[in-house]
Structure formats: structure tokens, C-alpha cells
């Protein structure tokens, strides 16, 4: 079979080498099956072993030994050793000598035009630098550059997105320069301006502008819908109330018993009447109707949520740039929210009615939308010490229906990402199935600002036309605050009730607001393993913790007293039952291993 093949003899020798790495379970036998396949089905023959490195899997060091392999060969048999070529054929190939014909030449590979993506750094370098006049010979220093680069750009030309990195948007130009498609010139200071293919990579970004002014016209026509708003699809549901129903808040009273919330509600509720004009002077009555255009919506920024301890006014300041005027506030519950803040004209009438209630931020009216913010490192942390599910007991209680959870990306180690990965998919999927919260990702801290600019943006077209009842503070019970509110939505679909910020943060105290029930559900939440329903089932069945001590107290035995919670509630639906192990667990919390 070998003496089929154009060169028998190397073919003979790649064999032999080939067998000998099979035989001792080397590596290289892989390298020379490969070299044995190219060499049996080459129909050329060389006349020197150095050709065949145009051959797939034949490369200089293998050549070379073939070399000195027919070298021993030709001096044991008495034949002379051939030339070797001053070229290779692999060599000669890209060459076009004479008689060559120039249409099977190889032809060169066109290099693609590099385009920068819309919206980051380079795009709006690019954009900024054709604004000057190709046939002039002006260039842009790095301040005049940013200034005029900034607004076509998502990210910031001066900090970075993430504190622990130096990257702003102003490093893209490295890539530019290296592109050669941005030239410098001046010293000490440095000037830039395009070079020939950085004004083609300009013409081609005009090109997607162009391109993108319809898409934008199409994507504000249809924007200007109120019932579809895009990319926040958790205000659908407060728009839909305009014009329907509203069911009941899907939201469980942890401040009373749940079988019997309903009845309690009714009982104990006030009743609420209609009022004309302007704000409702009675005295008696429990809302204050605020028409539309009666107050302005504001963004309320926790004080807490800072860049970094160095820049703390970062978010507001970026948020001024994007047209919101945001308020700082010392928040009890969540990080972002929105108030209707009353107009003056009308603050000292709203304030003479709702007399119980003088401090200071009274005319700043609490809307049904927060935002819990989490960086992701953040995120693990509160997982692991528990404030993750405190933290989403607490915004299940404080009345707001639509609650979004923010999850910011941030840099972590490949060790922690892997050990919490899967963690930080599970809370995040629990809080959208089980809680009921919309979760909304993003990126970079800058992507978040520009997300909450949208929903202000959008709140204010929302309530142009919307009137706001505020629950009277001296009528506010905390025990019966959710019952209430769910009353007063259900019997005014058309209009938005809230509660003053000073009625709101008393209410979301952790200490003040805290009734027996809450520090029990919290007491049973410390338990790993223990989530917000299973505690609520155990408080179902025990309704205070006295009740749970006496009934382990009635157990015979330590095994009955350990499976006494899982037996109770072995026929719960599963994300509300108790293995046996964890209700052990409990026992063991509550009553001591030893009864």
C-alpha cells in the first residue's frame, strides 16, 4: 500500500514513527497520524523532504528529521542527496511571477470597517470629533471633546461605572488610537482629530443615526400609549386601574389572622366620602382629594444611596443631567421612590386639614411605586445574613403595590460568584413567582439611573390627568392600615390613595410599627429554612409564640413534639410544608433539644 503513494519512503518512516508513539502511549502519536494521512494521500512527489511542509499536520521540525532520516538512508545505499529548494511551493504560492495567471492568485482579504457600538464611548468620540470641518486643520482638546461627546454617550467620560475599577468612557479612545482612526497632535497638551478612515467609521455612524431617527419617531408614537408603556411593564397594572376594577391587593396582612382578614377589615374600617372642590375642608372625614395638576411628582433618593463614600452626590447629580430633579430623604423602607409633592398654593390647605400631621415633608404624598436597589455584591450579603427576606417582609407590609426590585451588576471574585451563583438565582426567582415583585436588572450603575429617569418620566405623563386621595394621618391604625388601604382602592378605581412621607415612614419603622405578630413572624424567619410562608402558616395554626410553647409543652414525647410542626403541615400546598428536619429544628429553637 505505501508503494501506492507519491513518497513511499517518508510515508514508510511517518509510519514507523507513528507505531513507536502508539506502542509507548505518547502524545505525538496524535501529531504523526496526522502527517501520515496528508502524506498518504498527497499525489505529489518531493524531491526533497522539506517540501511537505505544504502538507496539513507536516511542520519544520518534522520536515527536518525526514531530512536527516533520508540523509542515513542515501549514504546506506550509496545515493546522492537532492537540493534543498530555495522556496518551498508553500512559499512560492502567494507570489505572481511571469505565466501566472492573476485570476487564480490568491486575492487579499478585505479588512472590515471597524464600527464602534451605538452609544458607548468610541460611538460618541467618533461623533464629537465630525463636528469639526475635514478640510480644516483644527483638532479638540480632551475637555472640549468630552463636553461635546458626553451626550451621545450612556456611560461617563469622568467617573467609572464601578468603583473598584478605573475604566471611564473616555479609555475607548486607546482603541481608537490603536485603530488608528483618531490622530494626536500637540505637546505637553494633546489635540485629536480623525484620520482618513476614522471620517469613513464617522460617515458609517451617521449612516445608523439616520437610520435610527424613524425607529425613535416610531418608538415615542407608540410610547405616548399609557397602557403599554415600554420597558416598565410593572406600571401596566396601576394604569389598567384607570380604567377597570380593581381586584384585592395581593398582599398578605401579617397583622392579623388571615382566615379572618376580610371580616376584620370591614369591621373596623371608616368610612370614606365623596368630596368637591379643591381639598375637602370637613374635619371628620377620612380622605383629602387632591385634584390633578394640584401637585408635581418628585423622585425621593434615600441619603444612603451613594456611589461611593467619596462622590455621594453622584446618582442626583446624574440624574439632574437626565431632566429629574430627585429629593434626598433618610427612607425607612427601600432606596428609590415617588411623592407627589403639593404645590404651594395648595400646601397650607392640605396642612390646616390634616392638622395631626405638622411635620415638615407633609405635603409630600407617598405614590405606589419603590424601589428596592441591590448591587449584587450586596445582594449575597443580604442573602447570607437575612436581610433579604426581612427586607421583602417589610415591603410586603407597607402598603405600596407595585415594588421593584433592582439588581445592579458588580464585580466579584470567580470563587464567590460560583459559590452564590446559584443562591442569587434562587432569591431572584423567588422573589418573582412566590413574592409576587418585579425584579429589573441591570449592568451598570449609570444603566439604573437612566432607568429611574424613564419612570419618572413616565409617572409624571401618568398623573397629568390623575387625582391623589391621602388617608388622613389621624385615621392611619397600623394593625388595620392594609385592610384599609385595600378598601379605599377597590371603592375609588379612578383615583391613586396614599399617605403622607411622615405617615409612611411611621408606618415602615421597624421599632415603632412593630406589633406582636411581626416580631414573631421576624423571630421565626431567623430559622434557616423558615420562609415568609411557612412562618405564616405556623403563625395560622400558633397565633403568638406563648401558643407555640404551649403546644410543644402538650407533646408526650421528643419525637412527637420534633415532627409536630411537618405532621400539621403535611397536606399545605409544597413551598408551604416542613420536612421533618426542619421542623426538628424548630423545636429544638423553641423548646431546647432536651424538652
Known amino acids: 500500500m ?32 496526522k502527517a501520515y494521512s496528508s502524506m498518504k494521500a498527497c499525489p505529489t512527489t518531493f524531491e526533497h523532504p522539506s517540501q511537505a511542509q505544504q502538507l496539513n499536520g507536516l511542520g519544520p521540525k518534522l520536515c527536518d528529521r525526514l531530512t536527516d532520516k533520508l540523509k542515513k538512508y542515501n549514504a546506506e545505499h550509496g545515493l546522492p542527496m537532492p537540493e534543498k529548494a530555495q522556496k518551498t511551493q508553500k512559499e512560492k504560492r502567494p507570489a505572481l511571477g511571469p505565466g501566472v495567471d492573476p485570476d487564480r492568485a490568491p486575492k487579499k482579504r478585505k479588512t472590515q470597517l471597524y464600527i464602534p457600538k451605538q452609544r458607548s464611548g468610541a460611538y460618541a468620540l467618533i461623533l464629537a470629533l465630525a463636528t469639526l470641518n475635514p478640510e480644516s486643520n483644527l483638532a479638540l482638546s480632551k475637555a472640549e ?35 488608528e482612526l483618531v490622530c494626536t497632535k500637540g505637546h505637553p497638551t494633546k489635540r485629536y482629530y480623525l484620520s482618513d478612515e476614522g471620517w469613513e467609521v464617522a460617515l458609517a455612524c451617521r449612516k445608523i443615526i439616520e437610520g435610527d431617527d424613524i425607529t425613535d419617531k416610531q418608538h415615542k408614537k407608540y410610547s405616548a400609549k399609557p397602557a403599554k408603556p ?58 383629602i382629594t387632591l385634584p390633578s395638576g394640584s401637585f408635581d411628582i418628585r423622585l425621593v433618593l434615600d441619603t444612603r444611596e451613594v456611589r461611593s463614600k467619596t462622590d455621594r452626590d453622584y446618582i442626583s447629580e446624574e440624574l439632574k443631567k437626565q431632566g429629574v430633579q430627585s429629593i434626598s430623604r433618610a427612607l425607612p423602607l427601600g432606596d428609590i421612590l415617588w411623592v407627589a409633592k403639593v404645590k404651594d398654593e395648595f400646601a397650607g390647605q392640605l396642612q390646616a386639614v390634616n392638622r395631626d400631621d405638622e411635620d415638615e415633608h407633609s405635603t409630600e404624598i407617598v405614590l405606589d411605586y419603590i424601589v428596592e436597589r441591590k448591587r ?13 427576606h426581612e427586607q421583602k417582609f417589610r415591603l410586603r407590609k407597607s402598603g405600596v403595590q407595585n415594588v421593584t426590585y433592582l439588581v445592579e451588576a458588580f464585580s466579584i471574585s470567580a470563587e464567590r460568584g460560583e459559590t452564590y451563583g446559584q443562591s442569587v438565582e434562587t432569591a431572584i426567582t423567588s422573589t418573582q413567582v412566590i413574592n409576587d415583585i418585579f425584579v429589573k436588572s441591570t449592568k451598570t450603575l449609570d444603566e439604573t439611573i437612566r432607568y429611574l429617569a424613564r419612570m419618572t418620566r413616565t409617572l409624571q405623563d401618568l398623573y397629568k390627568t390623575k387625582e391623589i386621595r391621602i388617608v388622613r394621618s389621624n385615621r392611619i391604625v397600623a394593625e388595620t392600615y392594609l385592610g384599609m388601604m385595600d378598601q379605599l382602592r377597590q371603592k375609588h378605581v379612578h383615583s391613586t390613595i396614599g399617605v403622607t412621607l411622615p405617615a409612611f415612614e411611621a408606618l415602615c419603622d421597624k421599632s415603632q410599627a412593630m406589633t406582636l405578630r411581626d416580631v414573631y413572624l421576624k423571630m421565626l424567619l431567623c430559622i434557616r429554612g423558615i420562609t415568609a410562608d411557612r412562618a405564616i402558616e405556623i403563625q395560622k395554626l400558633w397565633p403568638t409564640p406563648i401558643a407555640l410553647i404551649e403546644a410543644y409543652e402538650a407533646c408526650c414525647t421528643n419525637k412527637a413534639r420534633d415532627s409536630m410542626i411537618s405532621d400539621r403541615l403535611s397536606t399545605s400546598i409544597p413551598r408551604k410544608r416542613i420536612a421533618k428536619g426542619l421542623s426538628a429544628k424548630v423545636a429544638a429553637t423553641w423548646y431546647g433539644e432536651d424538652g
Open 2 to 33: 505505501d508503494d501506492e503513494c507519491a513518497n513511499p519512503l517518508l510515508l514508510q518512516w511517518l509510519k514507523e514513527w507513528m507505531d513507536e508513539a502508539q506502542e509507548r502511549n505518547s502524545k505525538g502519536y496524535t501529531v504523526y497520524k
Open 376 to 388: 449584587l455584591d450586596d445582594l449575597i450579603s443580604s442573602i447570607k445574613d437575612g436581610r433579604f
Open 230 to 287: 415600554p420597558e416598565e411593564p410593572f406600571l401596566t397594572k396601576q394604569q389598567t386601574m384607570a380604567t377597570s376594577r380593581v381586584d384585592a391587593l395581593d398582599i398578605i396582612d401579617l397583622s392579623s389572622e388571615p382566615e379572618h382578614t376580610e371580616s376584620v377589615s370591614k369591621g373596623r374600617i371608616h368610612r370614606v366620602f365623596s368630596y368637591s372642590g379643591v381639598i375637602s375642608l370637613p374635619s371628620d372625614e377620612d380622605t
Open 145 to 179: 471633546l468630552i463636553e461635546l461627546a458626553q451626550p451621545h454617550c450612556d456611560s461617563s467620560f469622568s467617573v467609572g461605572s464601578d468603583t473598584t475599577k478605573h475604566y471611564t468612557a473616555w479609555s475607548s479612545m486607546k482603541t481608537l488610537e490603536n485603530k
